[in-house]
């Protein structure tokens, strides 16, 4: 290819390379001409040249040693060579280049040009990668064009001003005047920029702000112009008057009548007016819709307002175009908290939203839908929900059970119903649930006595049926375990009753245990049921005792254990058995080391360093840099701090209660408190921290003299779950502190459920206690940290 063909042709050559080797060939033998072009003196193609080598950066090669072309073309007066210039600069240079240092003077000549295309390429290169020095050199003369009489320049110098503010805030007190003067344009192009412009210094700027809230009315007049004028040609897209100027007018109104009384009453009208008069049928009538809807929903708008921006929304829901479906969920979403009435006019649409192909569509939908339950239509949207489990999509089965979960815990009608829910969702999808659901839905059945007969003949039939969920399975075999007597009894008025067998329950458990399908937790439970069945059942004894002598040799540690201590059971502590084995109490819920349910197993978690032994020094296994972060949570202090070592010895603690339970358990004997082990002094509760909707409270206990328990409880009231919750603790270096397994790190929105973590502090020395507590979470996506300090600790027991 000779040296000297034309763009199009060198084009028409690169696209009829047949490999990658031969387009590079023909790339870099055109990019060898083109040097040796530029290096001689006097050249007339030098923007043809140019031109080549744009599209060879298009195509991803290196054209970087056209850099110093760009700037040579730039100050040549003819404008052809100026407009090629300044697109290579727009595309090979960027404010990191020193070459562009050598364009500002003459950018700031060109501005003063007496044509005004050569104005608008000056223009539109500075506002596409003028740097911050660039900007603060340039400023003047933006302000100066803006004030200019041509529109056409007007408009370009409104957007450049546009990227000047946004390079430096600080000049954004230079083209304030300029910009409102704007707003009395007439040509549409101009009114975009100013608006675009004004809505750039209000956001950045509150006194900004303050002061274009005078505008409202001169934008409102903007705006009711646009709607009701007549059919334009010039300014018509699908029926709609200019909707890219009114979408931007309606995104600036949101902003001045944010928190204002006086704004938002003064644009009531008018949004009212835009929501009834404006097309939904095509695009461009849905963007202005929608924008209307953010305003209202932003700004302090009537209630009737609201209503109808909701009832927009419930309209795009029936819309054949997905992504404006998927934008009206999404605004319905955050609209559901205060308007939770209005959208429930919309449920049979949302649920109906369900059944859509579209995965992010049914997302959104499942959001809402469990959103929109509440103790009104618990049953009908329960219902709707638990098919959408049934059908839906391997990655939502876990979202929809977890919300099916906590929508039936909130709202249950009744204790039969909210087993009956879970029951089903753990048969649909058990190996999709959360870890605490096992344990929580034990906690439940245990408070329901009455319908202990029928739960646990409904849980043998799912056993007996299908031990591939594990959830199920472990849920099940505890129950058969607690109340095999009342399914052995058969008789069982809220469900027909089953004759089962000793030999029937037996063999079911022997399933589980022998399942390849069994996870070492499921077999745990199985043969704890079996064990526990050994004082239910009178005749199979001696099956049982073999069943649980065959795991004593298991190569699982965990089932191996157990099964050595029931076989010790058996032998030498048969008398004993029977109270061992007896039913379980009811799980308290509200007791302090009971994991909620609706957490998600969710709490405080922390880096815990090696034990140490009494008096040795304490080691960093951490890295250095979260050593000394974590040492400098308590920097103000007077002692070097000392992050979290684990007690040598351990505290005394709720054991003694713990130990009059399990004697109560044997015979009912009392536990007298003898005069060397002091009571536990309870303390008020302390809020430490209130803040993005997250609560920390503190309560503690003195153990002794030098020994304190502190528990730390977490809620969160705000609307959207927090993930990835951990603390981190440090306290003075005489103290030596100790912070127990904590219950999860998962916390739910609403307040639903608390987090708690229990904290040994041992103060041998009786200094002045002192903590800070770092505390890091994850919502919507986004990470959170903060830090407190606790400097006096509640109660004169607890100093």
Not at 489 to 495: K, L, T, V
């Amino acid at each position: 290819m000779s040296p000297s063909v034309r763009l199009q042709e060198m084009i028409r050559v690169i696209r009829s390379a047949r490999t990658q080797g031969e387009e590079r060939g023909v790339i870099q033998r055109e990019c060898a001409a083109i040097r040796a072009q530029f290096r001689q003196a006097d050249n007339g193609g030098r923007s043809h040249n140019l031109a080549k080598l744009l599209y060879v950066h298009m195509l991803g090669y290196p054209a970087h040693f056209g850099q110093m072309e760009c700037v040579r073309l730039i100050a040549s007066p003819r404008y052809s060579e100026k407009r090629v210039g300044y697109l290579g600069a727009m595309m090979l240079l960027d404010e990191k280049q020193d070459a562009s240092l050598l364009i500002t003077n003459s950018i700031k000549n060109d501005l003063s040009h007496s044509s005004q295309y050569v104005q608008s390429l000056a223009l539109c290169t500075l506002a596409c990668m003028g740097s911050a020095e660039m900007c603060r050199d340039l400023a003047p003369e933006i302000d100066r064009l803006l004030r200019a009489s041509n529109s056409y320049i007007k408009k370009k110098a409104a957007l450049c001003a546009v990227h000047i503010v946004r390079k430096v805030p600080e000049l954004g007190e230079l083209f304030t005047p300029a910009a409102r003067s704007l707003l009395s344009e007439k040509n549409h192009g101009v009114l975009h920029g100013a608006v675009v412009l004004i809505t750039e210094l209000c956001e950045r700027n509150p006194e900004t702000l303050e002061q274009f809230r005078k505008t409202v009315p001169d934008l409102v007049q903007i705006m009711k112009g646009l709607v009701t004028t007549g059919y334009s040609p010039e300014h018509n897209v699908a029926g709609i008057s200019d909707p890219f100027l009114q979408v931007r007018i309606l995104r600036l109104l949101r902003i001045l009548g944010r928190n204002n009384d006086a704004a938002s009453d003064a644009m009531n009208d008018l949004l009212a007016q835009v929501a009834t008069n404006t097309d939904s049928s095509k695009t461009a009538g849905s963007a202005v819709l929608y924008e209307t809807v953010l305003t209202v929903m932003d700004i302090k708008s009537e209630s009737g307002l609201r209503v109808l921006a909701v009832n927009i929304l419930g309209r795009f829901l029936l819309n054949n175009d997905r992504n404006i479906r998927y934008i009206s969920m999404t605004s319905l979403q955050k609209i559901v908290v205060t308007d939770h009435n209005a959208v429930q006019r919309h449920r049979g649409t949302i649920v109906d939203c369900l059944k859509d192909p579209d995965a992010s569509v049914k997302r959104r939908a499942l959001e809402l839908s469990l959103a929109l339950v509440s103790a009104v239509n618990i049953r009908s949207m329960m219902k709707e929900l638990l098919l959408f489990l049934s059908s839906c999509p391997p990655e939502l089965k876990a979202q929809a059970a977890c919300g099916i979960f906590n929508a039936a815990e909130r709202y249950a009608p009744s204790q039969r119903w909210h087993i009956d829910t879970i029951l089903h969702v753990l048969t649909t999808a058990g190996g999709d649930v959360r870890d605490e659901t096992v344990p929580n839905l034990i906690q439940l059945i245990t408070t329901a006595s009455d319908l202990h007969c029928y739960t646990v003949h409904k849980l043998y039939r799912a056993l007996i049926t299908d031990i591939s969920q594990q959830s199920l399975v472990q849920v099940a075999c505890w129950c058969i375990g607690e109340y095999g007597d009342l399914l052995l009894r058969g008789e069982c008025d809220e469900i027909e009753p089953v004759q089962v067998s000793e030999d029937d329950v037996l063999d079911a458990l022997e399933t589980v245990l022998q399942s390849h399908m069994s996870s070492p937790a499921t077999r745990g439970f199985a043969l704890t049921a079996t064990m526990k069945l050994s004082t239910r059942i009178t005749d199979n004894v001696d099956r049982i005792r073999s069943i649980v002598s065959i795991y004593g040799s298991c190569i699982d540690v965990e089932l191996q254990q157990r099964a050595v201590e029931y076989n010790a059971l058996f032998k030498k502590y048969d008398h004993m058995r029977a109270a061992v084995l007896e039913r379980m109490p009811v799980i308290d819920k509200s007791s302090p080391d009971h994991s909620n349910g609706e957490s998600g197993g969710g709490a405080l978690k922390e880096v815990e360093p090696p034990k140490l032994k009494q008096g040795e020094a304490v080691t960093a296994q951490e890295p250095a840099n979260q050593v000394c972060d974590l040492l400098d949570l308590l920097g103000g202090s007077e002692e070097p701090p000392q992050p979290g070592p684990i007690l040598g010895s351990t505290a005394p603690g709720p054991a003694s209660t713990a130990g009059g339970d399990l004697l109560d358990l044997l015979g009912g004997l009392e536990t007298p408190e003898t005069p060397e082990t002091p009571a536990l002094t309870p303390a008020p509760t302390l809020t430490v921290y209130e803040k993005n909707g997250v609560t920390l409270k503190l309560h503690c206990h003195k153990q002794s003299e030098t020994g304190l328990t502190v528990t730390l409880t977490a809620s969160n009231s705000s609307d959207w779950d927090m993930s990835s919750f951990t603390l981190q603790a440090a306290v003075p270096k005489s103290v030596q502190l100790h912070m127990k397994a904590p219950s999860g790190d998962f916390l739910p929105a609403r307040g639903t459920a608390t987090l708690t973590q229990t904290v040994l502090l041992n103060n041998p020395n009786k200094v002045m206690l002192k903590m800070r507590i770092r505390m890091s979470y994850t919502s919507q996506g986004s990470a959170f940290q903060d830090t407190m300090q606790i400097d006096s600790f509640p109660g004169p027991a607890c100093h």
